[in-house]
Nanobody, 124 residues
Framework: QVPLVESGGGLVQAGGPLRLSCAAS????????MAWFRQVPGRDREFVAA????????NYADSVKGRFTTSRDNARNTMYLQMNSLKPEDTGVYYC?????????????????WGQGTQVTVSS
């Protein structure tokens, strides 16, 4: 069973909103913090946002603070990323990740499970 599956990506105009979802298996979702990362060709995968197991603690990259909000619905085993005021530089493949422990880490090496990614393209 695939542990994490992202959805909601697509093409959007600059300034518009988009909402990503990450559906997790019950085992994957229950174990710890989760996060969003993004990657463009030729660059390292970069941190976007993270959320603790209970959803009360969050962490954001400076580039998305005030525009993106991550949340999770533990009853549905799903994490969300609401992206507003999108910019062309937000374009990339967005990945969700989970880790075995709590703590909204910004380090990709600390996450144990990864989804396949969903493409987000912001046109200017």
């Amino acid at each position: 069973q695939v542990p994490l599956v992202e959805s909601g990506g697509g093409l959007v105009q600059a300034g518009g909103p988009l909402r990503l979802s990450c559906a997790a298996s019950e085992r994957t979702f229950a174990i710890g913090a989760m996060a969003w990362f993004r990657q463009v060709p030729g660059r390292d995968r970069e941190f976007v946002a993270a959320i603790t197991r209970g959803g009360t603690g969050t962490n954001y990259a400076d580039s998305v603070k005030g525009r993106f909000t991550t949340s999770r619905d533990n009853a549905r085993n799903t994490m969300y990323l609401q992206m507003n005021s999108l910019k062309p530089e937000d374009t990339g493949v967005y990945y969700c990740a989970s880790r075995r422990v709590n703590g909204a880490s910004m380090e990709k090496s600390e996450y144990d499970y990864w989804g396949q990614g969903t493409q987000v393209t912001v046109s200017s």
